[in-house]
């Protein structure tokens, strides 16, 4: 076996593979196949510090796609030269059909608006009630713990007298 | 079929003049994907060895690295030439240690650097980090030598203004996933060890190693925790709450490496009770709870514990409001018995260990949570290394440590914390026993036994990885 050789030779090799490899438009086609999958959530099983993350988020992504109202910047086309007729057309298509589309889409709008007002006043309520809760259990563990230790104490004194 | 006659086969598809992807279809359709690649690399060795087709090794692999593209990828027909490379001794192996959090001093990484320590003779190391490192602050903070290794830093822009904490819970699936910078580089290596709590990173080296210190977050977007090679865990306690997050069985079990022995331990200690444990702003690991049931054992049996101090040792940052709370409370006790000692060296907290008799550690107490819960509890072993009796809350990593009644006591209340203390105090000899007990158990987290067991598993594979064992 010629090691010089067969290294010159993977070297070459190599330059083609690095070329594949740069070229890949993400990780999921390097890695020959789709990557990411979908999992289910079981929130029965999460942690009380868990819900509350989850919980903020959740309504975080609520609150950034509140207004169900199309945005004409977001019609795009990728096509070289129809492109720009194709945004035009379909952007006129949009401000038509607004004329029909608004009214109800506005009212979804406010709907959303107060339901996810609602929702964050539940949530910080439930704040206050779980502050409030560990506060007391809180107070009922010390409680508690005065009064097993004022058990021995009396024990000790029942012992020595 | 057997191995043999398999890759002559093989090694005839892939000589051969037209491109013969079908047939390597067909050789392989038996056996399981995951070995492809080691029976492409056989019969490349092989073909390698014999060399008595002219111009017929790369032509052979170039076919099978286009065959690999087409079925599972470019990253692995760059990890098969990676491979063959180390397989025919044209190089060293190399390995990347990535740590989204090196930039920060603590336990999980001390663990991935005390394991890249141990490999450092045998692989050629890439640091991989988010912030930039020098060799001279690994020196500083853990006592080790790497400045042989190579330092990456990976820029985020996307975590430009979040200081030195990275979160990845910030990346959610609306947006696209800044880690995979880290997947892609990945690829370049022959190993790859995430020791991150970070399981945004998907693996392309050829043997890829997840670190697990605790699965802090349930699989959501981006997660790829299972698309390793190899999971290790640091405790049976991390093993079960992976099994309960992630729904899948880790594999190799290696404790972190405790590394606090003394040079001698003497026989004779002061009546000291240590506790050694981080200031936590939200007060996790305990230490007002330590310090009521410190005045509560004195108040009780004043005569018992007359000469006892209890000192609080631990790391704090700045501005900590929970330590001020705890500053104020003990002066306001006027018990001068209670001592804190924050941010000491490393002298002080050997010369604390070697003092002390009895150590205190009540992380997880009055917790719910099990992400707040210790996971293992590094200074519990640092303490028994030096022969003191621990005392510590029954639940966690602890459990596996300490052997109630035998190398210490497990406590789930104040009140159980105190009577075992009172009759450590009052019985020397059970002092003594227990601290030995404790000592000789201790190595079975010892830095030695770490090295051990990294250098064990990784040469193993590093071994499959040259010659792999085809079954």
């Known amino acids: ?161 | 079929m057997t191995q043999a006659s398999l890759q002559s086969q093989l090694a005839s598809a892939l000589l051969a003049r037209i491109p013969r992807g079908g047939e390597l279809d067909r050789l392989l359709q038996s056996q399981p994907q995951s070995s492809h690649w080691d029976h492409l690399l056989a019969a490349l060795k092989k073909v390698a060895n014999d060399d008595n087709v002219a111009g017929g090794f790369p032509r052979a692999l170039r076919a099978a690295a286009q065959w690999l593209r087409s079925r599972l990828g470019p990253a692995r027909a760059a990890n098969l030439l990676s491979r063959l490379e180390v397989a025919l001794g044209l190089r060293r192996p190399t390995l990347a240690l990535y740590d989204h959090c090196l930039h920060i001093i603590g336990g999980g990484q001390k663990y991935g650097l005390t394991l890249v320590d141990a490999l450092k003779d045998d692989f050629d190391v890439t640091i991989l980090t988010h912030r930039p490192m020098e060799p001279a602050s690994i020196r500083d903070w853990y006592g080790m030598d790497l400045s042989a290794c190579s330092y990456r830093t990976v820029e985020l822009p996307e975590f430009a203004d979040s200081g030195s904490h990275i979160d990845p819970a910030r990346v959610t699936r609306n947006m696209a996933n800044p880690f995979h910078r880290v997947s892609r580089l990945s690829g370049a290596f022959d190993v790859f060890v995430n020791n991150s709590m970070n399981e945004m990173v998907f693996p392309l080296a050829g043997i890829s190693t997840m670190v697990c210190h605790f699965p802090e977050r349930r699989p959501a977007a981006y997660f790829y925790a299972d698309r390793y090679d190899y999971v290790i865990y640091n405790s049976e306690y991390t093993a079960g709450w992976i099994e309960k997050k992630w729904k899948f069985t880790p594999h190799v079990h290696i404790y972190p490496p405790v590394d606090m022995p003394p040079e001698e331990t003497p026989e004779d200690k002061d009546p000291i009770i240590l506790s050694v444990a981080r200031f936590e702003q939200g007060g996790s690991k305990r230490q007002k709870e330590m310090v009521q049931a410190f005045l509560t054992l004195r108040r009780r049996f004043p005569e018992e514990t007359r000469d006892w101090h209890l000192v609080l040792a631990g790391g704090s940052s700045e501005n900590n409001p929970y330590l001020e709370e705890l500053r104020s409370e003990i002066r306001a006790t006027g018990d001068t018995h209670i001592r804190l000692r924050v941010n000491i060296t490393s002298e002080e907290l050997h010369t604390l260990y070697l003092r002390a008799a009895v150590f205190w550690h009540l992380c997880g107490l009055h917790q719910t949570d099990p992400a707040l819960v210790e996971h293992f509890g590094m200074t519990i072993g640092e303490a028994m290394q030096n022969g003191l009796v621990p005392v510590v809350f029954d639940g966690g990593g602890q459990r596996e440590i300490v052997k109630p009644g035998e190398t210490g006591f497990r406590v789930r209340t104040l009140e159980e914390l105190i009577r075992h203390t009172r009759r450590l105090i009052n019985d020397p000899a059970m002092r003594r026993r227990c601290g030995r007990a404790a000592l000789e158990s201790s190595r079975r987290f010892d830095r030695p036994r770490f090295t051990r067991e990294v250098r064990q598993f990784f040469m193993e594979r590093l071994n499959h990885y040259t010659n792999p064992q085809l079954p």
């Open chain 1, 1 to 161: 076996m010629d090691t010089e050789k067969i290294k010159a030779e993977i070297e070459d090799i190599k330059r083609d593979v690095s070329i594949w490899y740069r070229s890949a438009a993400n990780v999921a086609d390097l890695a020959g196949g789709s990557i990411d999958r979908h999992h289910p959530l079981d929130l029965w099983e999460f942690s009380d510090r868990e819900l509350d993350a989850w919980m903020g988020d959740q309504l975080t992504l609520l609150n950034e796609s509140i207004d169900p109202r199309p945005v004409p910047s977001e019609i795009t086309s990728h096509r070289r030269f129809l492109g720009p007729v194709i945004v035009r057309v379909k952007r006129l298509i949009m401000k038509l059909l607004n004329l029909y589309t608004h009214s109800i889409l506005e009212r979804q709008h406010r709907f959303n608006t107060e339901s996810v007002a609602l929702q964050l006043a539940a949530f910080i309520r439930i704040r206050r009630i779980q502050s409030g809760l560990d506060e007391i259990l809180r107070q009922l563990a010390e409680r508690r713990e005065l009064e097993s230790l004022r058990e021995v104490r009396g024990e000790i004194g029942e012992t020595r007298s």
